[in-house]
């Protein structure tokens, strides 16, 4: 596409064309005369058309015209024209100059339009070619999210599936990928890594093994899963590095991994912030930036639902296991007073002796007939409050009495088991609403339990105390105590405080998870304090005392 | 199998659920032996230093303090306690391997097959 000649150049072409013709028909006068007086104009006129234009064209016919008259035409010197033969000549010189003209601009225009049409065709391919980029690149990150979408889907172990994670995002979309998982809503693990360089991964495991993170910490990995926005850092400075460090060992670990770029994005499953997955660039020199963004959350999100479904695949194995646990320990439990019961009826009906004491005989059928009762109710009771189903009958009632009342109820039980009970009450009355029944299972229970877990000779108290809105019923006992990595469990169902299958008071671990229930739906809390193993417990049931709703 | 005649020697019952083990204890005694009891392993060992060899033991093997199977490898270390036979009688479901390798003479589930049970106990009483 040739470029434009600007005015100035066309006009003094024109100009200077015209000079020349000037010129040149100066230099022919000797010859020609004053014939022919046009006729080296001609030329700069059609010159000045093709290549100035109409504008150039048209002072180049003016300009010869004058030049001519001037010089060529006689009389000499004048602008004035007298003879008749001239005209033919001047009229010859307009027309081809005016033709030239027109045909020029026409010529010019017709260009200009094809020049315009070529632009418009370069342009349209650029987009074309733009977006089939733009569409291969889409398919390409689907076909990416697609083999991501299988793979994940293909086991449910957690570790299996947060090594399948890192394992697409390197190299295809960062030199190194990190998977951080949020333990127990305070603490961050790592649980996966993988590098793009094998030299790297040595570190990558060093690193993991430098301890969980709070989430509370000043880590952009912890800031990311606090407030589940993604964090862009597309120059990591030194500073930054430093952030992420958690002590110089850790830090002397990270500038040797050197990662120059990163971006962290938060695993969110059902709602709730899980994690964070963590790209890194570092030797390839790509650098993340916003556009990165979507392929990295779509991974994320692939990552998020297979990593959750590895986890409640976890939960449910667990759950399993707690049942067929639960089960196991149901079977024996039933066994035993079946057991009691079965061999004092066949002494019964078969004594070989003349037996005194069938009354004794028959209370302990009676007994174990109770124990197995007894045992069916706590597991329909459970069962119902786990369902949310418990039927409660509350009424205004004092706590003064029910408490009394049923630890009187309980001391045949304790004395018989060599423990001493302490009853410690408030002089006025401790009004609330509630159902007295569940109450008075919930002090049962807590004092059951620590009969059971109590050696002769020790001792039991229970005591209730009152502010205005609380009622605090603790009951203490100088047992085996409780290891305190148990304390959180413990109110779940078949929890033993000993871990140990074999050596166990048996039980179904009912009691606890029944007092938590029934404790709960009251609008209160229970909790359980103990020093450590041999070291007593206590247990304290907050009642709230000011009208609550009930369920 | 029934006995008119008192035994010298006793059977001990090793077993944390006191209506089980006075239970079987009625039981036995109704049928002429001697019944010892304890509640778990320890308290049995303390037992067994008190007393003569008892013919044989029925040993419950979930209990506190120490366990059924606590209490046989420490009976199988004393060459004073080792002899004694030793038939199980529990409520928990084990495996067959775990049940071998405490090499009882007999294995009972709960509630107990009691003409099985005087069979055994008369084998070695």
């Known amino acids: ?103 020029c601009e026409a010529l010019r225009h017709a260009q200009r339009r094809a020049e315009a049409g070529a632009q418009a065709a370069l342009r349209q391919k650029g987009e074309l070619e733009r977006e089939i980029k733009e569409r291969r690149q889409a398919e390409a990150t689907l076909q990416f999210l697609t083999h991501a979408s299988e793979q994940l889907a293909s086991s449910l172990d957690l570790q299996t599936t947060a090594n399948q994670v890192v394992d697409l995002a390197v190299p295809l979309v960062a030199d190194a990928c990190l998977v951080d998982l949020l333990v127990e809503e305070t603490t961050i693990r790592r649980i996966a890594g993988a590098h793009v360089n094998p ?89 993340f930036q916003a556009a990165d963004l979507n392929i990295a959350e779509e991974l994320a999100r692939r990552a998020a639902v297979a990593i959750e479904n590895a986890r409640l695949y976890q939960a449910m194995q667990e759950a399993d296991q707690h049942k067929d646990d639960f089960l196991a320990m149901l079977g024996h439990e039933l066994r035993s007073p079946l057991s009691a019961a079965h061999t004092t009826l066949q002494l019964l009906r078969h004594p070989n002796r003349d037996r005194s004491d069938p009354q004794r005989l028959l209370d302990r059928v009676e007994r174990q007939v109770h124990r197995m009762a007894r045992l069916i109710d706590d597991m329909q009771d459970l069962s119902r409050i786990n369902r949310g189903k418990v039927l409660l009958r509350p009424e205004p009632l004092d706590l003064v009495p029910l408490v009394r009342e049923t630890a009187e109820d309980c001391r045949g ?93 048996g039980g179904l671990g009912l009691g606890l998870a029944l007092v938590k229930g029934l404790t709960e739906i009251h609008g209160g809390q229970v909790s359980a304090h103990s020093d450590g193993l041999g070291r007593g417990t206590e247990f304290t049931v907050r009642l709230p005392i000011i009208s609550l709703p009930m369920p | 199998m029934t006995s008119t005649q008192s035994k010298t020697t006793c059977i001990l019952i090793i077993e944390d659920d006191t209506d089980v083990r006075e239970a079987l204890a009625d ?44 209490f046989r490898r420490e009976q199988q270390q004393d060459p004073a306690l080792a002899a004694i036979p030793v038939a199980v009688v529990t409520g928990i479901r084990n495996t067959v391997d775990r049940i071998a390798a405490l090499n009882p003479v007999g294995y009972f589930q709960k509630p107990v097959d009691l003409s099985a049970l005087l069979a055994t106990v008369a084998t070695y009483c």
């Open chain 1, 413 to 505: 039980a304790a004395e018989e088991s060599g423990l001493t009970l302490a009853i410690s009450l408030p002089e006025s009355p401790v009004p609330m609403r509630g159902d007295p029944t569940r109450l008075s299972q919930v002090l049962v229970n807590l004092l059951n339990n620590a009969i059971k877990f109590t050696d002769a000779g020790g001792q039991l108290t229970v005591a209730l105390i009152h502010d205005a809105n609380w009622a605090t019923l603790t009951v203490k006992d100088t047992g085996i105590g409780i290891e305190p990595g148990l304390l959180p469990q413990l109110f779940e169902s078949f929890h033993q405080a000993e871990r140990s299958l074999e050596r166990s008071r």
């Open chain 1, 199 to 287: 030299e790297k991964r040595e570190l990558l495991r060093e690193l993991q093994g430098h301890g969980p993170l709070s989430v509370s910490a000043a880590h952009p990995i912890a800031r990311v899963i606090r407030t589940g926005q993604f964090d862009l850092d597309p120059e990591i400075s030194a500073a930054s590095l430093a952030d992420r460090a958690q002590d110089a060992e850790h830090l002397r670990l990270l500038q040797r991994l050197d990662p120059r770029s990163s971006l962290i994005i938060p695993l969110v499953a059902r709602g709730r912030i899980m994690g964070a997955l963590s790209l890194w660039s570092s030797d390839s020199g790509r650098r």
């Open chain 2, 27 to 70: 039981f036995l005694q109704d049928q002429g032996y001697q019944v010892a009891g304890a509640a778990n392993g320890r308290e049995a060992l303390a037992v067994l230093r008190r007393i003569e060899p008892p013919c044989i033991i029925l040993l419950d093997l979930m209990m506190p303090v120490m366990s059924g199977w606590e």
């Open chain 1, 1 to 103: 596409m040739l470029k434009e000649p600007g005015p100035l150049l066309r006009y003094s072409s024109a100009v200077a064309g015209i000079a020349l013709a000037t010129l040149v028909r100066l230099c022919l006068s000797p010859v020609l005369g004053a014939d022919l007086p046009f006729i080296t104009f001609f030329l700069p006129v059609v010159f000045a058309a093709f290549y100035g234009g109409m504008g150039p064209a048209l002072l180049a016919l003016i300009l010869g015209t004058l030049s001519a008259a001037f010089f060529f035409i006689h009389p000499a010197h004048s602008l004035t024209i007298a003879a008749p033969a001239p005209l033919l000549g001047l009229a010859l010189f307009f027309s081809v100059g005016l033709t030239s003209a027109f045909l």
